[in-house]
Protein backbone atom coordinates (compact mmCIF):
# COMPACT_ATOMS: atom_id res chain seq x y z
CA UNK A 1 0.00 0.00 0.00
CA UNK A 2 3.15 2.47 0.94
CA UNK A 3 4.29 1.61 -1.97
CA UNK A 4 1.75 2.17 -4.14
CA UNK A 5 0.90 5.36 -2.41
CA UNK A 6 4.49 6.70 -3.41
CA UNK A 7 3.67 5.42 -7.03
CA UNK A 8 0.84 7.56 -7.11
CA UNK A 9 2.53 10.68 -5.94
CA UNK A 10 4.89 10.16 -8.35
CA UNK A 11 2.27 9.94 -10.90
CA UNK A 12 0.24 12.51 -9.39
CA UNK A 13 3.26 15.04 -9.99
CA UNK A 14 2.00 18.41 -10.26
CA UNK A 15 -1.42 17.86 -8.52
CA UNK A 16 0.24 17.55 -5.38
CA UNK A 17 0.97 20.54 -5.14
CA UNK A 18 -1.28 21.13 -1.98
CA UNK A 19 -0.56 24.02 0.60
CA UNK A 20 -2.47 24.73 3.15
CA UNK A 21 -1.56 26.94 6.39
CA UNK A 22 1.56 25.04 8.11
CA UNK A 23 1.25 25.73 11.96
CA UNK A 24 4.73 26.37 13.23
CA UNK A 25 4.40 28.15 16.94
CA UNK A 26 7.96 27.66 17.24
CA UNK A 27 10.71 27.18 15.38
CA UNK A 28 12.56 23.72 15.54
CA UNK A 29 15.58 24.82 14.58
CA UNK A 30 16.24 27.30 17.55
CA UNK A 31 15.40 25.23 19.94
CA UNK A 32 16.34 21.64 19.19
CA UNK A 33 19.43 20.07 17.40
CA UNK A 34 18.76 17.76 14.32
CA UNK A 35 22.38 16.24 14.69
CA UNK A 36 21.36 14.89 18.18
CA UNK A 37 18.66 12.26 17.41
CA UNK A 38 17.46 10.73 20.76
CA UNK A 39 15.89 7.59 21.53
CA UNK A 40 14.65 7.22 25.01
CA UNK A 41 13.28 4.36 26.72
CA UNK A 42 11.59 4.93 29.93
CA UNK A 43 9.27 4.94 32.66
CA UNK A 44 6.30 7.87 32.26
CA UNK A 45 6.71 9.93 36.02
CA UNK A 46 4.39 12.36 34.86
CA UNK A 47 2.00 13.97 31.69
CA UNK A 48 2.18 17.37 32.19
CA UNK A 49 -0.86 18.89 30.66
CA UNK A 50 0.20 22.91 29.60
CA UNK A 51 0.04 25.28 27.18
CA UNK A 52 0.89 25.57 24.86
CA UNK A 53 2.89 22.05 24.59
CA UNK A 54 2.19 19.23 26.54
CA UNK A 55 5.32 17.58 28.48
CA UNK A 56 6.09 13.82 28.77
CA UNK A 57 8.59 13.14 31.96
CA UNK A 58 10.20 10.00 31.82
CA UNK A 59 13.11 8.78 34.07
CA UNK A 60 15.28 6.59 31.35
CA UNK A 61 17.71 4.00 33.21
CA UNK A 62 21.10 3.68 31.86
CA UNK A 63 23.58 0.86 31.21
CA UNK A 64 25.52 1.59 33.88
CA UNK A 65 22.06 1.75 36.75
CA UNK A 66 21.91 5.35 37.27
CA UNK A 67 18.51 7.16 36.37
CA UNK A 68 18.08 10.01 33.64
CA UNK A 69 15.04 12.33 33.96
CA UNK A 70 14.41 13.47 30.14
CA UNK A 71 11.44 16.13 29.27
CA UNK A 72 9.84 15.79 25.88
CA UNK A 73 7.60 18.23 24.38
CA UNK A 74 4.35 16.54 23.31
CA UNK A 75 1.44 17.76 21.26
CA UNK A 76 -0.66 20.63 22.22
CA UNK A 77 -3.33 19.80 24.80
CA UNK A 78 -6.65 20.81 23.27
CA UNK A 79 -5.04 19.07 19.61
CA UNK A 80 -4.69 15.61 21.64
CA UNK A 81 -7.95 16.07 23.62
CA UNK A 82 -9.80 15.98 20.76
CA UNK A 83 -7.69 13.10 19.10
CA UNK A 84 -9.34 10.69 22.53
CA UNK A 85 -6.20 11.41 24.17
CA UNK A 86 -6.61 11.97 27.69
CA UNK A 87 -5.39 11.86 31.21
CA UNK A 88 -5.60 7.97 31.32
CA UNK A 89 -3.66 7.81 28.06
CA UNK A 90 -0.46 7.87 29.92
CA UNK A 91 -0.29 6.90 32.85
CA UNK A 92 2.83 7.04 35.48
CA UNK A 93 4.46 3.96 35.76
CA UNK A 94 4.08 3.15 31.86
CA UNK A 95 7.42 2.14 30.02
CA UNK A 96 7.11 4.00 26.87
CA UNK A 97 9.65 4.77 23.64
CA UNK A 98 10.22 7.77 22.54
CA UNK A 99 12.51 9.03 19.64
CA UNK A 100 13.20 12.37 18.76
CA UNK A 101 15.53 15.70 19.00
CA UNK A 102 17.96 16.88 22.16
CA UNK A 103 17.49 20.68 22.91
CA UNK A 104 20.16 22.62 21.62
CA UNK A 105 21.66 23.46 25.02
CA UNK A 106 22.60 19.72 25.59
CA UNK A 107 20.01 19.76 28.61
CA UNK A 108 17.57 16.26 28.79
CA UNK A 109 14.84 18.07 27.00
CA UNK A 110 13.73 16.67 23.76
CA UNK A 111 11.03 17.22 21.29
CA UNK A 112 8.92 13.78 21.07
CA UNK A 113 9.02 12.82 16.59
CA UNK A 114 7.46 9.29 17.74
CA UNK A 115 6.11 7.51 21.16
CA UNK A 116 5.62 3.95 21.21
CA UNK A 117 4.81 1.70 23.89
CA UNK A 118 7.08 -0.95 24.74
CA UNK A 119 4.71 -3.85 22.69
CA UNK A 120 5.58 -1.59 20.05
CA UNK A 121 2.21 -0.17 19.67
CA UNK A 122 1.83 3.57 18.63
CA UNK A 123 0.65 6.22 21.55
CA UNK A 124 -2.71 7.34 19.74
CA UNK A 125 -3.75 4.25 17.42
CA UNK A 126 -2.52 1.22 18.89
CA UNK A 127 -2.42 -2.03 16.77
CA UNK A 128 -5.66 -4.46 18.01
CA UNK A 129 -8.47 -4.22 15.99
CA UNK A 130 -7.13 -2.11 13.33
CA UNK A 131 -5.83 -4.37 11.21
CA UNK A 132 -2.54 -2.32 10.91
CA UNK A 133 0.84 -4.02 11.04
CA UNK A 134 2.98 -3.30 14.64
CA UNK A 135 5.46 -1.22 12.84
CA UNK A 136 3.82 1.20 10.73
CA UNK A 137 6.73 2.90 9.69
CA UNK A 138 7.56 3.72 6.24
CA UNK A 139 10.78 2.94 4.69
CA UNK A 140 11.23 6.36 3.14
CA UNK A 141 11.03 7.29 6.93
CA UNK A 142 14.60 6.94 7.25
CA UNK A 143 16.43 7.76 10.57
CA UNK A 144 19.86 8.63 11.11
CA UNK B 1 2.71 30.84 10.62
CA UNK B 2 5.41 30.47 7.65
CA UNK B 3 3.50 30.96 4.49
CA UNK B 4 6.44 32.44 2.69
CA UNK B 5 7.63 28.96 3.29
CA UNK B 6 4.91 27.71 1.49
CA UNK B 7 5.40 28.66 -2.07
CA UNK B 8 8.89 27.92 -1.84
CA UNK B 9 8.92 24.67 -1.04
CA UNK B 10 9.35 21.91 -3.60
CA UNK B 11 6.63 19.38 -4.80
CA UNK B 12 7.57 16.72 -2.19
CA UNK B 13 7.67 19.50 0.41
CA UNK B 14 4.28 20.71 -0.84
CA UNK B 15 3.02 16.67 -0.36
CA UNK B 16 3.62 16.81 2.67
CA UNK B 17 2.31 20.41 3.79
CA UNK B 18 -0.98 18.83 2.22
CA UNK B 19 -0.90 16.13 5.46
CA UNK B 20 0.00 18.52 7.67
CA UNK B 21 -2.64 21.15 7.68
CA UNK B 22 -5.01 21.98 9.93
CA UNK B 23 -7.59 21.05 8.39
CA UNK B 24 -8.77 18.70 11.30
CA UNK B 25 -12.29 19.21 12.89
CA UNK B 26 -12.73 17.90 15.79
CA UNK B 27 -14.64 14.10 15.37
CA UNK B 28 -18.12 14.42 14.68
CA UNK B 29 -21.15 14.08 12.41
CA UNK B 30 -22.35 16.82 9.98
CA UNK B 31 -24.15 19.32 11.66
CA UNK B 32 -27.01 21.42 10.87
CA UNK B 33 -29.98 22.43 8.92
CA UNK B 34 -30.23 20.56 5.00
CA UNK B 35 -27.30 19.25 3.05
CA UNK B 36 -25.03 21.50 2.01
CA UNK B 37 -25.47 23.06 -1.57
CA UNK B 38 -29.15 21.93 -2.07
CA UNK B 39 -31.69 23.84 -3.15
CA UNK B 40 -33.53 22.70 -0.25
CA UNK B 41 -31.26 24.78 2.60
CA UNK B 42 -32.52 28.31 3.19
CA UNK B 43 -30.20 30.70 5.26
CA UNK B 44 -30.59 30.29 9.07
CA UNK B 45 -31.50 32.99 10.94
CA UNK B 46 -31.02 34.43 14.53
CA UNK B 47 -34.74 34.87 16.46
CA UNK B 48 -34.30 38.43 15.85
CA UNK B 49 -33.61 38.01 11.97
CA UNK B 50 -29.89 38.45 11.16
CA UNK B 51 -28.32 35.37 9.42
CA UNK B 52 -27.26 32.72 12.02
CA UNK B 53 -23.96 32.78 11.43
CA UNK B 54 -23.45 30.50 15.11
CA UNK B 55 -21.26 27.64 16.07
CA UNK B 56 -17.90 26.59 15.92
CA UNK B 57 -16.03 26.87 12.42
CA UNK B 58 -12.56 25.82 11.15
CA UNK B 59 -10.85 25.98 7.75
CA UNK B 60 -10.64 22.36 6.23
CA UNK B 61 -9.62 22.51 3.13
CA UNK B 62 -6.16 22.22 1.30
CA UNK B 63 -5.78 24.90 -0.48
CA UNK B 64 -2.26 26.91 -0.93
CA UNK B 65 -2.61 30.46 0.33
CA UNK B 66 -0.24 32.00 -2.17
CA UNK B 67 -0.57 30.47 -5.82
CA UNK B 68 2.02 27.82 -6.22
CA UNK B 69 4.65 28.27 -9.39
CA UNK B 70 3.26 25.24 -11.28
CA UNK B 71 -0.57 26.72 -11.57
CA UNK B 72 0.90 30.03 -12.80
CA UNK B 73 -1.64 31.21 -14.77
CA UNK B 74 -4.94 29.09 -13.09
CA UNK B 75 -7.38 30.03 -10.89
CA UNK B 76 -8.97 26.79 -10.87
CA UNK B 77 -8.13 22.74 -10.71
CA UNK B 78 -10.20 20.57 -13.23
CA UNK B 79 -12.64 17.92 -12.18
CA UNK B 80 -10.16 15.31 -12.88
CA UNK B 81 -7.55 17.24 -10.99
CA UNK B 82 -9.86 17.49 -7.53
CA UNK B 83 -10.68 13.96 -8.03
CA UNK B 84 -7.33 12.92 -7.91
CA UNK B 85 -6.51 14.70 -4.85
CA UNK B 86 -9.64 14.08 -3.48
CA UNK B 87 -8.21 10.03 -3.64
CA UNK B 88 -4.74 11.03 -2.46
CA UNK B 89 -6.69 12.71 0.49
CA UNK B 90 -8.53 9.93 1.02
CA UNK B 91 -5.73 7.74 0.88
CA UNK B 92 -3.43 9.33 3.28
CA UNK B 93 -6.41 9.42 5.81
CA UNK B 94 -6.98 6.07 5.75
CA UNK B 95 -2.98 5.62 5.95
CA UNK B 96 -2.81 7.84 9.10
CA UNK B 97 -5.83 6.03 10.65
CA UNK B 98 -4.67 2.53 10.60
CA UNK B 99 -1.43 3.69 11.89
CA UNK B 100 1.05 4.51 8.88
CA UNK B 101 3.40 7.04 9.01
CA UNK B 102 5.92 8.54 6.99
CA UNK B 103 5.45 9.36 2.77
CA UNK B 104 2.32 7.17 3.40
CA UNK B 105 0.41 10.33 5.30
CA UNK B 106 2.11 13.00 3.55
CA UNK B 107 5.08 13.20 5.76
CA UNK B 108 8.39 13.77 4.76
CA UNK B 109 11.70 11.72 6.41
CA UNK B 110 13.79 14.02 8.28
CA UNK B 111 16.48 13.75 6.44
CA UNK B 112 14.13 15.41 3.48
CA UNK B 113 12.85 17.96 5.87
CA UNK B 114 14.11 21.26 6.59
CA UNK B 115 12.65 21.29 10.20
CA UNK B 116 11.38 25.06 10.55
CA UNK B 117 8.52 24.45 12.46
CA UNK B 118 6.45 21.32 13.49
CA UNK B 119 6.20 19.82 10.32
CA UNK B 120 8.49 17.40 10.99
CA UNK B 121 6.15 15.84 13.45
CA UNK B 122 2.69 16.21 12.14
CA UNK B 123 1.91 13.07 14.24
CA UNK B 124 1.14 15.39 17.39
CA UNK B 125 -1.52 17.26 15.13
CA UNK B 126 -5.24 16.73 15.09
CA UNK B 127 -5.94 15.74 11.87
CA UNK B 128 -9.26 14.69 12.13
CA UNK B 129 -11.33 14.72 9.12
CA UNK B 130 -9.76 14.38 5.48
CA UNK B 131 -9.65 17.69 4.31
CA UNK B 132 -11.87 19.35 1.92
CA UNK B 133 -10.77 19.74 -2.02
CA UNK B 134 -11.95 22.36 -3.83
CA UNK B 135 -11.08 23.84 -7.32
CA UNK B 136 -9.43 27.23 -6.13
CA UNK B 137 -5.55 26.97 -6.49
CA UNK B 138 -5.05 29.79 -4.02
CA UNK B 139 -6.58 31.49 -1.24
CA UNK B 140 -5.59 34.50 -3.20
CA UNK B 141 -8.00 35.64 -5.63
CA UNK B 142 -7.09 38.95 -5.96
CA UNK B 143 -4.87 39.99 -7.61
CA UNK B 144 -5.44 37.70 -10.64
CA UNK B 145 -2.09 36.13 -9.85
CA UNK B 146 -2.94 34.59 -6.98
CA UNK B 147 0.20 36.53 -5.25
CA UNK B 148 1.06 38.68 -2.81
CA UNK B 149 1.42 42.13 -3.69
CA UNK B 150 4.20 43.35 -1.06
CA UNK B 151 6.46 46.67 -1.80
CA UNK B 152 9.62 46.82 -2.40
CA UNK B 153 10.52 47.16 0.67
CA UNK B 154 8.14 44.48 2.56
CA UNK B 155 9.51 41.95 0.25
CA UNK B 156 12.68 43.09 1.95
CA UNK B 157 11.18 42.71 5.14
CA UNK B 158 9.62 39.08 4.72
CA UNK B 159 13.18 37.71 3.19
CA UNK B 160 14.91 39.11 6.70
CA UNK B 161 12.36 37.26 8.50
CA UNK B 162 12.96 34.00 6.60
CA UNK B 163 16.26 34.22 7.22
CA UNK B 164 16.29 35.18 11.00
CA UNK B 165 13.07 32.56 11.92
CA UNK B 166 14.56 29.32 13.78
CA UNK B 167 18.02 30.77 13.53
CA UNK B 168 18.43 34.20 15.33
CA UNK B 169 19.85 36.55 16.29
CA UNK B 170 17.81 34.88 20.24
CA UNK B 171 19.57 37.31 22.62
CA UNK B 172 16.25 38.59 24.54
CA UNK B 173 12.60 38.03 25.12
CA UNK B 174 12.34 40.50 22.48
CA UNK B 175 13.78 38.24 20.08
CA UNK B 176 11.30 35.06 18.89
CA UNK B 177 8.06 36.22 16.57
CA UNK B 178 4.94 37.31 17.99
CA UNK B 179 3.70 33.57 17.87
CA UNK B 180 6.39 31.94 20.03
CA UNK B 181 6.03 34.85 22.12
CA UNK B 182 2.33 34.02 23.00
CA UNK B 183 1.17 37.42 21.57
CA UNK B 184 -0.55 36.59 17.86
CA UNK B 185 0.27 35.12 14.69
CA UNK B 186 -1.84 38.13 13.67
CA UNK B 187 -5.12 39.45 12.85
CA UNK B 188 -5.54 38.35 9.17
CA UNK B 189 -4.84 35.17 9.64
CA UNK B 190 -6.82 34.45 12.77
CA UNK B 191 -10.53 33.22 11.25
CA UNK B 192 -8.39 30.04 9.64
CA UNK B 193 -4.86 29.35 11.01
CA UNK B 194 -3.68 27.71 13.91
CA UNK B 195 -1.07 25.24 15.14
CA UNK B 196 -3.68 23.92 17.42
CA UNK B 197 -6.44 23.64 15.24
CA UNK B 198 -7.90 27.26 14.16
CA UNK B 199 -11.02 26.46 15.89
CA UNK B 200 -13.68 29.99 16.30
CA UNK B 201 -16.67 29.82 18.06
CA UNK B 202 -19.31 32.69 16.41
CA UNK B 203 -21.86 33.77 18.93
CA UNK B 204 -24.40 36.41 17.96
CA UNK B 205 -26.50 38.65 20.32
CA UNK B 206 -28.94 41.75 18.99
CA UNK B 207 -26.22 44.47 17.84
CA UNK B 208 -22.93 42.52 18.76
CA UNK B 209 -21.42 39.57 16.96
CA UNK B 210 -18.34 38.12 18.81
CA UNK B 211 -16.01 35.81 18.23
CA UNK B 212 -13.43 33.66 20.12
CA UNK B 213 -10.87 32.73 18.65
CA UNK B 214 -9.36 29.73 20.43
CA UNK B 215 -5.65 30.07 19.12
CA UNK B 216 -4.00 32.65 21.62
CA UNK B 217 -7.44 32.63 23.18
CA UNK B 218 -8.08 36.44 21.38
CA UNK B 219 -11.72 37.34 21.59
CA UNK B 220 -13.67 40.22 19.30
CA UNK B 221 -16.70 41.86 20.80
CA UNK B 222 -17.82 43.62 16.85
CA UNK B 223 -20.59 46.19 17.73
CA UNK B 224 -22.82 45.65 14.14
CA UNK B 225 -25.28 48.33 15.37
CA UNK B 226 -24.59 50.91 13.50
CA UNK B 227 -21.91 52.76 15.20
CA UNK B 228 -18.98 53.99 14.49
CA UNK B 229 -15.14 53.49 14.58
CA UNK B 230 -13.50 54.45 17.98
CA UNK B 231 -10.27 56.30 18.43
CA UNK B 232 -8.26 53.66 20.16
CA UNK B 233 -5.47 51.77 18.96
CA UNK B 234 -5.37 48.06 19.59
CA UNK B 235 -3.54 44.48 18.35
CA UNK B 236 -6.71 43.48 16.82
CA UNK B 237 -7.56 46.88 15.62
CA UNK B 238 -11.12 48.99 16.07
CA UNK B 239 -13.88 46.63 14.78
CA UNK B 240 -17.43 47.79 13.43
CA UNK B 241 -19.43 45.62 11.58
CA UNK B 242 -22.63 45.68 9.21
CA UNK B 243 -24.98 43.45 7.14
CA UNK B 244 -25.29 43.88 3.59
CA UNK B 245 -27.72 41.36 2.56
CA UNK B 246 -27.09 38.25 4.40
CA UNK B 247 -23.06 39.01 4.65
CA UNK B 248 -21.60 39.97 8.09
CA UNK B 249 -18.97 42.50 6.88
CA UNK B 250 -16.52 43.23 9.64
CA UNK B 251 -14.24 46.87 9.07
CA UNK B 252 -11.41 47.21 10.76
CA UNK B 253 -9.01 50.14 11.46
CA UNK B 254 -7.06 51.92 14.55
CA UNK B 255 -4.18 48.69 14.81
CA UNK B 256 -1.58 49.01 16.81
CA UNK B 257 1.71 49.90 14.84
CA UNK B 258 3.77 46.30 15.90
CA UNK B 259 6.24 46.76 12.82
CA UNK B 260 9.10 46.67 15.43
CA UNK B 261 8.44 43.15 16.75
CA UNK B 262 9.31 40.52 15.03
CA UNK B 263 6.74 38.60 12.90
CA UNK B 264 7.19 35.16 11.03
CA UNK B 265 5.19 36.37 8.45
CA UNK B 266 5.68 39.82 7.56
CA UNK B 267 1.82 39.99 5.75
CA UNK B 268 0.74 39.16 9.01
CA UNK B 269 1.25 42.04 11.12
CA UNK B 270 -0.61 45.43 11.69
CA UNK B 271 0.80 49.16 10.87
CA UNK B 272 -1.33 52.20 11.39
CA UNK B 273 -2.60 52.42 7.76
CA UNK B 274 -3.61 48.61 7.98
CA UNK B 275 -7.25 48.39 6.93
CA UNK B 276 -9.23 44.61 6.87
CA UNK B 277 -12.54 44.31 5.70
CA UNK B 278 -13.76 40.87 6.15
CA UNK B 279 -17.02 39.65 4.82
CA UNK B 280 -18.76 36.41 6.22
CA UNK B 281 -21.24 34.62 3.84
CA UNK B 282 -22.81 31.71 5.36
CA UNK B 283 -23.57 29.51 1.54
CA UNK B 284 -24.78 26.15 2.72
CA UNK B 285 -25.17 24.77 6.41
CA UNK B 286 -21.95 23.92 6.99
CA UNK B 287 -19.84 26.86 4.74
CA UNK B 288 -19.14 30.57 5.85
CA UNK B 289 -17.21 31.76 2.57
CA UNK B 290 -14.92 34.19 4.58
CA UNK B 291 -13.44 36.75 2.44
CA UNK B 292 -10.35 38.79 3.74
CA UNK B 293 -9.57 42.18 2.07
CA UNK B 294 -6.56 43.62 3.23
CA UNK B 295 -5.53 47.29 2.36
CA UNK B 296 -2.12 48.55 3.91
CA UNK B 297 0.53 51.24 1.86
CA UNK B 298 2.88 50.45 4.28
CA UNK B 299 3.06 46.62 3.67
CA UNK B 300 1.28 46.37 0.19
CA UNK B 301 1.41 48.19 -3.41
CA UNK B 302 -1.98 47.28 -3.71
CA UNK B 303 -5.01 45.90 -1.93
CA UNK B 304 -5.70 41.78 -2.04
CA UNK B 305 -8.27 39.39 -1.11
CA UNK B 306 -8.76 35.87 -0.55
CA UNK B 307 -11.53 33.76 -0.04
CA UNK B 308 -11.60 31.59 2.63
CA UNK B 309 -13.95 28.27 2.87
CA UNK B 310 -14.54 27.82 6.58
CA UNK B 311 -16.78 24.48 8.23
CA UNK B 312 -18.92 24.37 10.58
CA UNK B 313 -18.06 21.73 13.03
CA UNK B 314 -20.29 19.65 14.71
CA UNK B 315 -23.18 21.01 17.25
CA UNK B 316 -21.43 19.71 20.90
CA UNK B 317 -17.98 20.60 19.52
CA UNK B 318 -16.46 22.63 22.05
CA UNK B 319 -13.59 25.71 22.55
CA UNK B 320 -11.77 25.34 25.11
CA UNK B 321 -8.66 27.64 26.75
CA UNK B 322 -5.43 28.49 25.21
CA UNK B 323 -3.22 29.57 27.93
CA UNK B 324 -0.14 30.29 25.79
CA UNK B 325 2.04 31.42 28.61
CA UNK B 326 1.56 29.45 31.02
CA UNK B 327 4.36 26.74 29.71
CA UNK B 328 5.76 28.49 27.08
CA UNK B 329 8.68 26.46 27.25
CA UNK B 330 9.39 27.18 23.59
CA UNK B 331 10.97 30.62 25.02
CA UNK B 332 13.85 29.57 27.55
CA UNK B 333 14.52 27.05 24.92
CA UNK B 334 14.88 29.15 22.38
CA UNK B 335 17.43 31.83 24.59
CA UNK B 336 19.01 29.06 25.79
CA UNK B 337 19.73 27.43 22.21
CA UNK B 338 20.96 30.68 21.37
CA UNK B 339 23.15 30.39 24.07
CA UNK B 340 24.53 27.19 23.00
CA UNK B 341 25.01 28.50 19.34
CA UNK B 342 26.75 31.43 20.04
CA UNK B 343 29.24 29.12 22.23
CA UNK B 344 29.57 26.71 19.12
CA UNK B 345 30.52 29.60 17.30
CA UNK B 346 33.14 30.89 19.60
CA UNK B 347 34.42 27.77 19.89
CA UNK B 348 35.22 27.11 16.03
CA UNK B 349 36.53 30.56 15.92
CA UNK B 350 39.31 30.11 18.27
Redesign the interface.
Known amino acids: MRIQLIGLSAALGVLMTIAAPVAAHHAFAAEFDANRPIKLKGTVTKMEWINPHTWIHIDVKRPNGTVERWAIEGGPPNALFRRGFNRDSLPTGIEIVIEGFQAKDGSRKGNGRDVTFADGRRLFLGSSGTGAPVDGRDPADKRR | ???R???L?S?AA??T??A?????G??GKPTAEGTPGSSSWTQPRTAWGDPDLQGVWR?E?????ER?A??KGRDL?TDE?VA??EK?EQ??QA?R????????VG?R???ESP???????S??????RP?RIVKQTSLIVDPPDGLLPYTPDARKAEARSAAR????P?ESYLD??T??R?LTDGVT?LM????????NMIVQSPGYVTILH?EYRDRRIIPVDGRPHGNIRQWLGDAVGRWEADSLVVDTTNFLDRTNYEW?SIWTRPTETLHLVERFTRVSADTIEYKITVEDPATFSRPWTASIPITRLADDTRI?????H?????MP??L??????AAKRRASSK
Open positions: MRYYLFVLATLALASGCAAYSAIAFPDLLEQKQEQNLSGLEGAARSIAIRGNEYNFWQDHGRYGVGYPDGECAWQGPNGGHEAYEYACEGNQANLSGGRAD
